[in-house]
């Protein structure tokens, strides 16, 4: 896989202490190569190898329902692919947001992780940017339901699946469904650990002490197994459609709390409406329609998760 990473031009540009229209300018005169992503120029640039993959695989999962799982799998795997890593993004709700959001609608079965559970090889994955590839998925994959109550073994069916690609991908980030049903167990038993997404409010904070709680039992299966060490199963918790109100610094304090210490808690990813419709809109991260202060919050997040859960020891 090539070792490259795409930086918006304007970034690229300010980088420099260079106007914009030099950077554009130099771009026409063939000086720099980029490539068009939506309606942004974004400016190649080679990484050096860093030697082996990382191979981590962690699930996006909460069944509290619009926590922000997808925006996250999305915006932190363009943060981390963005970086030089490679990242795969594993589209395990048959909702198919992510795939949708990224470009791709009306894929056909064969290439979701459905054919995973139907013992079958696991399909290519679709180059979505440089460096940033993605499993997508249709509302077929609804029907791994009933294949997992069939035969429940396969619960480990994607793991198995996933933990062949930990050799090419740096980071696999998989997107649950909000669900606690066999398909989200399957999505969580696939990692390393579990990201949680809260949103600050009364009801985040019950669906977190659910989650907590379910996330005990995949640990405790997973260290029977020799697939997994470690205190917690949820290694990040991510508070969401933060207002920066006195009631947030409230909720917030109550999530620590009830994490009596044992997960980190990431800076808390600002409420923006307008920002995230229009990602969805253009089919892009919402690094390249936010400004600068939804750069900083991304970049903040990708900095923790490459400090800490790029670094553990994994079991596989
Ligand atoms: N920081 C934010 N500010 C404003 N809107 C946001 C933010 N994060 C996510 N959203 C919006 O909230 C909605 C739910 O987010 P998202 O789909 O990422 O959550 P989810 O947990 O994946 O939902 P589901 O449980 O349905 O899979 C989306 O419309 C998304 O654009
Ligand atoms: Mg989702």
Redesign the pocket.
């Known amino acids: 896989m090539a070792r490259v990473r795409l930086k918006p031009l304007a970034l690229w540009a300010r980088e420099r202490g260079l106007p914009y229209s030099t950077a554009h300018k130099m771009l026409r005169e063939g000086k720099i190569q980029a490539e068009r992503v939506g309606e942004w120029w974004m400016v190649r640039e080679e990484v050096p190898e860093e030697g082996p993959a990382q191979g981590r695989v962690l699930t996006l999962f909460t069944h509290a ?8 799998t999305r915006d932190l795997g363009y943060e981390m692919a963005s970086r030089g890593k490679r990242v795969l993004l594993v589209d395990m ?1 048959p ?1 198919a ?1 992510l795939s949708a959001w990224l470009g791709h609608e009306e894929v056909p079965e064969e290439e979701t992780a459905l054919v995973i559970f139907e013992g079958r090889a696991t399909p290519q994955p679709k180059e979505v940017l440089p460096n940033l590839h993605l499993l997508p998925a249709q509302v077929e994959l609804a029907r791994a339901e009933v294949l997992l109550s069939r035969e429940p073994h396969n619960a480990f069916a994607l793991r198995g699946a996933l933990n062949e690609l930990r050799e090419v991908y740096d980071l696999i980030l998989v997107d649950s ?2 669900s606690l049903g066999s398909l989200a167990v399957a999505a969580a038993l696939a990692g390393d650990g579990l990201i949680v ?1 809260v949103e600050l409010s009364r009801k985040g904070a019950q669906a977190l002490r659910t989650v907590v709680q379910v996330a005990r039992g995949y640990g405790i299966s997973l260290q029977r197994m020799r697939l997994w060490v470690g205190r917690s199963f949820v290694r990040l918790v991510v508070p ?2 933060a207002e920066g109100t006195a009631r947030d610094r409230e909720a917030l304090k109550a999530l620590e709390e009830a994490l009596s210490g044992a997960v980190p808690v990431a800076p808390p ?5 307008a920002v ?2 229009e990602a ?1 809109a253009k089919g892009v991260p919402v690094q390249l329609v936010g400004g600068n202060e939804v750069l900083r919050e991304l970049k903040a997040l990708g900095d923790l998760v490459e400090e800490t859960l790029l670094q553990e020891e994994v079991a596989v």
Do not use: C, E
């Open positions: 329902g619009g926590a922000g799982k997808t925006s996250l709700d909702q947001n469904l909000p997404p969401t459609h990813l600002i409420r923006r409406p995230y419709r969805q």
